[in-house]
């Protein structure tokens, strides 16, 4: 298809691909019914990556003017109503009555397409019977504590405290504030109440973090690949993303102090600990030299801090912000993978000023998180089962993790390499650069397995290649059938690639 | 004070108050320990409003440059820490280390100060005892189900469907949009289950739509005066806020309509039923020419319905919404008001590609809201004790608002008006021109009761001077109490007003 796209505008090449194809199909000149290329060949024939085209065909989806189909592709059209002539070639004006999903689809947005989003496009395929996914960063439920939060919540609110019925404090409950200082505090975080902010979740945490302190045009250093949500917020902040790379210790500090030398950021996003998606933990020389970088800088931190509690081959060394003497670093900590997802809490540890703006912040998004859940939490935290089924949880993670490791170690080709995750439920699979991140995806999908698609972990285009693999809710047994069906798709596709290079190889010897 | 503010650039007065401010308490030119001159004596001498004073020191007590003595005054430096001498002179440099207040309030900020802060320090002198604060807009906790919600909790989770600890859709509980959906359906806003979207609340709702399609230097059409954080949220975006006046019918629709043509704006906030903070019940016929200028300019318009379950005189006409023909208008359902607080949902209504956009949103602020608390309230709508329960709190709120009414007529001197409220929480004081908002809010504090400051629910200056008066959480003896002193208040300012009238006149005469 003869598309232009340039890139050295600020708008998105998503965008730009679903204004040409808008453009078409309102013009008639794509028709009604009609099949778009697969978002692998139009890719290719554009010279994009996936996660573009598949952005500009949701964000087509999303008006109305296209509609996927399971296994079959992408239609011109919505799947019942045929458009009237009447209502498609006019233009978004001022004056006229336009169709609702004219209007809508004319109003300027601004909102990117999350890559959340695209992962759920590329992963649609994946939902089809037999296939094994190990693309879910949630932990098992049925480690969940059921009976406990149900006995708890009935207790916080009927028998303690029906006050917690009435509008919350944007800071959070003083009790929940508390236990988190005092856990914070034993593990080298000193802090008080007035320190602690509950948020609801850590995303909203990071979330308050961007509308705080980011906005358009200012550079954001992160670590390459990193939380994909976290992407999306600090894009959708207008912010510009630096990637900074990976390696077994950690974040390269020393890569990102001359970026921050170079670019002068307003904020560095780090994962230390339980890295999502490589699963590595940042050693305690980085750690220092990362709180030592801010002080000297200037510069705000955010420590992301969701599984910590998850460390599987002995203790991580101490938080960055253990190391912070300025207040440069904001720590948060999850509640998610370690209690429940579904209490949605979270909390941020910030000193001085910072937590002025923060709760100021919070104030105004959703202005607190129900005291219900907050009050019920506390109580599981403070109860000795909180202990016991962290110590449960870690064990079945364990375990998990070890029988992902030896599949890897028996069965994969000898090119494909992996992190050894210290912590958490995610490693990455890295590719050799013979393979695309793309073609790994879609050939372990051919197989049977759904991976993480790596490219949706990075501010930018690859290096480095690679898929997350996610083991925390899976059985071993099908951890393995899934690590298996993995290799047998690795292998296949770099039986290829030495078919291809031989192949070149003969020519260039004619 | 020699201060020079200049209202031609796009820094709000405030921030220019506080850095002039900032710089000679730095410099060494407000000494610490001096006290700053009042609220009340800086905003006459600047000839600016108590609110941007307020918004001022707040922001200097954030920073930890002034501190606050609740009857004493405000005061040059932190409460405890004297700074020292070598810490106090510098600038926030890029290279140099800063101590942790200097570098954090020398960190950019993209957050406005919220009204909502200004009216918490506002109203710090009324925490005083025996004072009565009407300046709630809570239900009254005595009424809340409980002993129902607990039941409910607990029978969502541990019997029904331990998943809901697990993560949640963006979308929300399906059982509780079908809820919703049905329920609107019945009121006259035809939807399906995917029309709808579950938020953490309904201020997390307007910030969604803000976020989503309001940005720097749009204009917003609001009522005047409306919902603060709603003004707060607004100005969070960077959008420039235009006043509409309400009358006895509702919103002015054909000066909205005069000022969409003037300004093009990109969204029109609305809270038709139990407006907060006058409390008046648009009329039918404006509520379809709003729902026709919408459709007309091709205009987004958000309805705010937190109350509407709550009338005293029959039913409200029906939504804005339900004369929507081309999915112009949002939606907002609250519960906050009609079931509790601390359940902190609301639903979202809204129709065509709008629906997919707000979802992609609320995926990136917080992801999704808790499942258990979703399902939950489904259990308690669903539950016949729903009914009978909005039934028990609709004949209390019905008269406390009739004492208010009563007291309001026997006690207020004729100069003063009111709002008569059809439903909700909230009415308005009109006061007359000769008497600020500020003054008022004063005197009334003076004599013992607080309420709500009316210039906090402005886009702009006043007119309308005026107070909110909120009736829902106090029981009747006190609420007459309330009026009682508030119209002595109001008394002593109409005299002292006539004194100053008469010695003009004398001295005219002379």
Known sequence: MDIDLSRGTETPLYRQLQSALSRRIKSGDLKHGSRLPSVRAMAKDLGVSLITV??????????????????????????????????????GGWAEEL?????????????????TASMQSLLRPARRSGIISLTSGSPDPSLFPVRALGRLWHRAMVVDDPRSLQYGTPQGDLHLRAWIATHCSAAGIPSLPDDILITSGVQQAIDLVARTFVGPGDYVLVESPTFLTALDIFDGRGAKLLGVPVDSEGMRVDIAASLVERFRPKLIYSIPTAHNPTGTTMSEGRRRQLADLARQRNLLVLEDDSCSDFTYDGDAPPAVKAFDRGGHVVFIKGFSKTVVPGLRVGGMVAHGPLMTRLTESKSLVDRFTSPMIQGTLWRYLSAR??????????????RRRDTVLRALGELMPREITWTVPAAGFNLWINLPRSISSAEAFEQALKEGVACGFGDLFLAQAPPPNGLRI???????????????RLAAGMRKLLDDELGRSQETDFVTAV
């Open 54 to 91: 598949v952005q500009a065909y949701d964000a087509l989806a999303a008006d109305g003017l296209v509609h996927a189909s399971v296994g079959t592709g992408t239609f011109v059209g919505s799947p019942t109503v045929t458009p009237s002539s009447d209502t498609i070639a006019r233009d």
């Open 99 to 115: 169709g609702e999903t004219e209007w809508q689809t004319a109003l300027p947005t601004y909102l990117r397409a999350p890559r």
């Open 385 to 398: 089962q909180y202990q016991r089924d962290l110590e449960t949880a870690r064990g079945v993670y364990r």
């Open 470 to 484: 996610s083991f925390a809710d899976k059985p071993e047994q099908i951890l393995e059938e899934g690590i298996r």
